[in-house]
């Protein structure tokens, strides 16, 4: 697997398996000078943390971040940022029995095939764990993207079929709740919905949205690298997204060019757009106005129903999973879908530093 | 702009301007010994041809293919294989006008933005003829597929809200048909929707499905090169795209785990999955069953109606484009969405080669 | 082969066989604002043209660029650059006698028994004719660097055994003479020394040196990408070369701490290096000294002495190799050498904006 | 710095300083199914470890080896493997002083002027403590290519102007002498040369060579990937180095063609080459003899002598540098070169997979 490693200039590496030692990532390109410490990194941390709600498993798990290089004297030096997360709450008996069968809706299986046997514990690398590295790489990014003006806020848009409304909008409910639904009568509506889903021994899908303020036009390279195809990437690499919307995204392709087109205007001697449907992206490059995009997340694929399927012997069997699982993944999924974003936007707002001339020999004066 | 290159191993480089004098892609790491000629990329060019239907440009243009390198004796050598299409029907001189004003839903002003000046001509990089060299790397990802049993099948889904009825489903139909729809009644609807859009000076959006076959297990690496994540760059990577799917996709979101989960089934001594809501993905690696994606596109931002835009200079004004543009860009798109995947699914394919040792061991042996 | 591509911001790929239709280039990455026309290119490329000098093959070729996209109105876009040098004094029949055997020396047989078969014609991709897209890369290159005030001069040290001495030193002299040293001495001692040479049906090797000035310090980033660990790839990659030097090079090895280490000195306010045995690196990155490298060139493998070797067969043979062929390569490669030195000082000065956090608040201020 | 990653299937991220809480690595795309445990790692770190010998630092380190990830039941899972070494014999205070000013032949002047500031505790990054890292990937490289039966033999082959007779050429003298020469009368030599060295208060510089023994013929990518440019950035990229040569290197450049040309010859019925001037590789790729490679080290560049610089004030001074210094680095960089070597073929070699059609089909087959 020489997949692990996100980004070109602000590059980053996780590894780590759900029961091994430990999880981390190593920052490389992150610029000198930054001021930092392990609590900007556990802040974020906390927010995916397990063992907080009702609605997560219930494995406790302190995830607690060391930096084991690349800061001195409270600051970044260029060099990379190497952090990790010992794993503590590991039970790998209640794994014992997954070693044999595949788990419908699980990596159990392509794992299997890709490298002939897996880590079955817990899932292994493809376990939820694996995204506390893009988490703590994503603290970087935020604040080194806040340094700049920058701001990157993801909540819970909808949870099943009960969506927030935006006359309610409250950020601050979405931090304190337990759906992550910055509305409150939309998170009441899915506490209930995810407790009859619990008793039903079911599990449930949502919706994750993010909005950057603040970036500047001009980031994203045209063609293959354009901001909108990197967050694809970058959300899409989330486990459980199984779609990935840009502006109006689906809606968009039903609506005509009437009233697709966001028209241009002058405010405050400042070019901005009418309204936003393009999600702030026009060829793949930033317009000024706000980046917003969303993530599918299935529902988890570990229900307590009985279900079918086959063993490593190639049998039919009907299993019962047991263990400690999420009935939605959503909610502790925000901060994942916002640290990618920040990761992504902040590694093509390094590279547009070199698109100019005229800019290039300003830096070199 | 270091966004021309895709791929790791299978590696493509585009670049051309629509109003330049040729438009190329330099396909590296093709493996030797694939037999290949111009013809083989030709056909797949001439699905994306302009000028051949009432709903696409009038721009008429052969778009004929030369093979630069990389072929002997009818054979692929293993090294770059440079193709090139020339430009032939360009009036620059309708372009003129706007290379003053930024025209909504383009990448005008961020082009502008980013490099401080532009290629106005056609779009310049941001036309759709920027394709053209994607659709030739995509010929040859295909032919090879095809040696290996893969079959990469892209058409159009829905155009507005009308959609394909799968009882309908014929694939010839939609590779005759002006709508690239493989349902002839789905067709007849839309070409009623299109001409009235073309009637009001509007224009249309819709949606292209891909359908991979034949695709082993084990394809796809874990966390940030899965499968879903590099084809979800891939198709949104290319213009006009707004959201993309894997599986069910959006509607995943809204199932219980129980409905969502596909089981696995014994079924002629093989491992297959009763249902396949997860599109043939699981962990970011293909389960063997078909690869099934989605990608939405705004109607085209080309209209002919009057609209409101500022100009260079910081000034409001109303504008009304002229010159040959598509009314609907996803007839023409659903060849574009066919190449990327094959480019993408090759890419990974090639890569999974080197993932256990028992396979390497043998391969050297 | 997906080896085509170098540089990570400013990003060549090359393509193109010595007897295929043509020869060429994309330049991606290059910041949009930089004045460039075709003969911006073409004055490098004639420095690396065959059949000028009586110590180059005789085949004779224009090698005239075509500039195909990325420049508009006489400046860079930003998009990529392709440039492309059409083949026209192909004499394939020289070379069908090549088809069943492997020259010593060359990549006949490691060709073949990478790829199963190969495109003999005049060495194919192995042919020194690929290293006209470096060049043309190259003067984009130089161009861009001379308007930070960065030169990079590149000329023949050695051949044989005959050097250079630093006290004739006149870089005219290299542009006008045939063996392209700078020290009209030598260059009469190796005029006589490579008659010789042709006389016995032999072939020499000899040395180039390069120096960059005018580098600020702080390019090349630490640990892999170096300054001097990124041009050793480059100029490694170059046909025939088997050795690379920076500053003294071998002779550092030999030398003691106390005479090897260069002082750092106070002048006209500036911190300077009171020698440069260093080479203008330390710690792999640029100390604001004189780059300076050296490359050790092979004698040409095609001799027209009687040699031994095998066919494809498998049989022992003795062949008398035929056609045009350079008794000597190190003067036409001063260019090559000179092209990728720039290539990859421009690729890490860019990659260098993004390594300060005040720099970036700057910029993006 | 984004420069810490190295490879592009089997790919390695190496992180720390020298005085922080650890050093590390992260090895990306090893293949599943290697059995691998800690003292596979440990044997090679052992090589390299401080302390063991009169002429390396007195700084003693266990260098410990924790293998945090990537292993199930005594084998690799294809995901990646993190390993850390704690870092215990700090001791900080030494080098509070060289905060001040700009040691000469180190990079502190050159880190200052990268990134503002650094960490300069024991060199920070810079250290050789950050080829820990690199040895430790290497050891996995190295046990994966001997499954192969392909071996990476590394010695000191020179110390100052002391050089091995390959006539006394002993390995086993190499792995137990404090100089890593092959050659126990020419280690006896080195000896008192280093002695004389150290009397002086000066350092000495020397070569390594590694060679690669049943590597097949056809590894390394044409043009920029060769085979001998990934290895000249590989042993560039290790601290110190001045110089790399592939076979007979930089005397090549002074012997004529017919002398250079390495006659093929069948041989049991195999191609083989009569002699191996160009160190096993043609056109970049392997031709299936040996690989030879040197790499030449400059002297340490602490010395105890005093010496003139500039602080960071801008003022000149003379400093006399205290602390625990290697006299000479090359016998613990034995190990580094062999690491890098091992690295590097196995990234081509794995990369060669894809190389040709008919491999691929009998490998999906």
Redesign the interface.
């Known amino acids: 697997?020489?997949?692990?490693?996100?980004g070109?200039?602000?590059?980053i590496?996780?590894?780590?398996?759900s029961h091994?030692?430990?999880?981390?990532v190593?920052v490389?390109?992150c610029?000198?000078?930054?001021e930092l410490d392990e609590s900007d990194i556990q802040k974020l941390l906390d927010r995916r943390k397990p063992g907080t709600s009702q609605f997560a498993t219930q494995r406790r798990e302190s995830d607690s971040v060391?930096?084991?290089?690349?800061i001195?004297e409270g600051?970044?030096?260029?060099?990379?940022?190497?952090m990790?997360v010992r794993n503590t709450s590991q039970r790998s008996a209640d794994y014992s029995e997954i070693a044999s069968y595949?788990r419908?809706?699980?990596?159990d299986?392509?794992?299997d095939?890709?490298?002939?046997?897996?880590?079955y514990?817990g899932g292994?690398?493809?376990s939820g764990r694996?995204t506390i590295g893009r988490v703590a790489a994503g603290a970087i990014a935020e604040k080194?993207l806040a340094?700049?003006g920058i701001t990157v806020t993801a909540y819970t848009e909808?949870i099943?079929?009960i969506s927030i409304s935006m006359k309610n909008f409250d950020i601050a409910e979405a931090r304190r709740n337990q759906t992550g639904m910055p509305d409150s009568e939309a998170n009441e509506k899915a506490e209930a919905y995810l407790k009859a889903?619990m008793e039903?021994l079911?599990?449930?899908?949502?919706?994750v949205s993010c909005i950057v303020k603040g970036l500047?036009?001009?980031?994203?390279?045209?063609?293959?690298?354009?901001l909108?195809?990197?967050?694809?990437?970058?959300?899409?690499?989330i486990?459980a997204?199984?779609?990935?919307?840009?502006?109006?995204?689906?809606a968009?392709?039903?609506?005509?060019?009437?009233?697709?087109?966001?028209?241009?205007?002058?405010k405050d001697?400042q070019?901005v757009k009418?309204t936003n449907?393009?999600?702030g992206?026009?060829?793949?490059?930033?317009?000024?106005s706000d980046i917003i995009l969303r993530a599918?997340?299935?529902?988890?694929?570990?229900?307590f129903?009985q279900?079918?399927?086959?063993n490593r012997a190639?049998?039919?069997i009907t299993v019962q999973i047991k263990g400690r699982h999420d009935p939605i993944i959503v909610p502790r999924a925000v901060v994942v879908v916002e640290a990618m974003t920040a990761v992504t936007v902040l590694d093509l707002?390094?590279?547009?530093?070199?698109?100019?001339?005229?800019?290039?020999?300003e830096?070199?004066s």
């Open positions: 697997m020489a997949g692990s490693t996100f070109n200039i602000f590059k590496t996780t590894w780590g398996e091994g030692e430990a999880i981390g190593v490389d390109g610029p000198a000078g930054l060391e930096i084991l290089s690349g001195f600051r970044t030096t260029g060099t990379p940022i190497a990790l595949y419908p809706g699980h990596a299986y392509t794992f095939q890709k490298y002939g046997f897996r880590d514990r292994g690398r493809s694996e080194l340094e700049l909808a099943g079929d889903c039903k079911d599990s449930a899908g949502g919706v500047p036009a001009g980031i994203g390279e045209p063609v293959f690298e354009k909108d195809a990197n967050l694809g990437k970058a959300i899409m690499s486990g997204v199984k779609a990935f919307e840009i502006g109006d995204g689906c968009a392709s039903r609506m005509n060019g009437s009233e697709n087109n966001d028209a241009f205007r002058m001697n070019i009418a449907h393009a999600g992206i026009l060829g793949g490059i930033s317009d000024g599918y997340f299935k529902p988890t694929p570990s229900i129903q279900q079918e399927t086959v190639g049998e039919n707002l390094l590279q547009n530093m070199t698109s100019r001339m005229d800019r290039i020999k830096f070199y």
